[in-house]
């Protein structure tokens, strides 16, 4: 009964195949913009000088403490900036304010910049007097930024490091899936590339076609029909009539 095998493959086709193209798609979409906010992330990290894993972790902290990761990634170039001074022997701008929090110099070098902020984050938490915790967060970090963070500053290593804990155990983006979403974005802007030359190409060989045509009716059908027009307007009515 050909009738019935047909209404039982209109029912798969509603049931299973359109269900899983649209699933398909869906998932093509997701992909795409996962890749596109990884491919953020890295670049992010990148500029800071934290790992992709590291910058999700400091980023829920904030968002979980109520403070701003806009801010935090701040206080990260901050930071980078005092490890160059420290690097190149310019130290001495910075060490008043860490002796301020019971650090040195020398507790920073040699550190990356997660570790930096980390070492610098602690000894804030345990400074007991809110006005220097402030007013040297505020000396690393610049104006408004320190007073923005005291609630990440504020917290002991022990609940900071929980919740570092939590943020890769709720899952995060790695620096080798970061790496792949890169790939595949440069291979995007790659192709809209290729397809933008592909365009000019085509349309440098359409374009002359159309400006011989566009002239032609400049010069040729535009003023036959201005001169029909005119020819319509000399005749008397009688004649319009008829040859309506």
């Known amino acids: 009964n050909f009738q019935k095998i047909g209404q039982i493959g209109s029912t798969l086709t509603k049931s299973i195949t359109l269900p899983v193209l649209g699933a398909l798609s869906a998932l093509g979409a997701l992909a795409v913009k996962t890749a596109i906010t990884a491919d953020e992330l890295a670049d992010t990290a990148a500029k800071i000088g934290l790992s992709a894993e590291s910058l999700q972790e400091w ?9 701003s990761t806009e801010s935090l990634n701040k206080a990260f170039v901050k930071v980078n900036g005092i490890l160059g001074d420290i690097a190149t022997g310019n130290g001495d701008k910075v ?4 002796a301020l929090i019971g650090l040195s110099v020398d507790d920073l070098k040699g550190k990356n910049a997660d570790q930096a902020f980390n070492t610098i984050r602690d000894a804030l938490a345990s400074v007991e007097d809110e006005a220097i915790r402030v007013g040297v967060a505020n000396e690393f970090f610049g104006d408004k930024i320190g007073s923005e963070l005291i609630p990440i500053l504020s917290q002991e290593a022990s609940a900071i490091s929980d919740l ?4 890769r155990e709720l ?8 790496a792949v979403a890169g790939d595949f974005n440069d291979a ?3 192709t809209k590339q290729a397809l933008g030359s592909l365009a000019m190409d085509i349309s440098a060989t359409v374009l ?4 011989t045509l566009l002239q032609k009716v400049r010069d040729e059908i535009i003023p036959t029909i201005k001169d029909w027009v005119d020819r319509w307007t000399n005749l008397d009515t009688g004649t319009k009539q008829i040859i309506l």
């Open 59 to 67: 980023n829920y902290i904030a968002k979980i403490s109520g403070s």
């Open 95 to 98: 060490s008043e304010s860490l």
């Open 164 to 167: 570092r804990t939590e943020a």
């Open 171 to 178: 899952g995060i983006i790695t620096n080798e899936q970061a």
């Open 188 to 190: 995007i802007d790659q």
């Open 208 to 211: 002359p076609i159309m400006q």
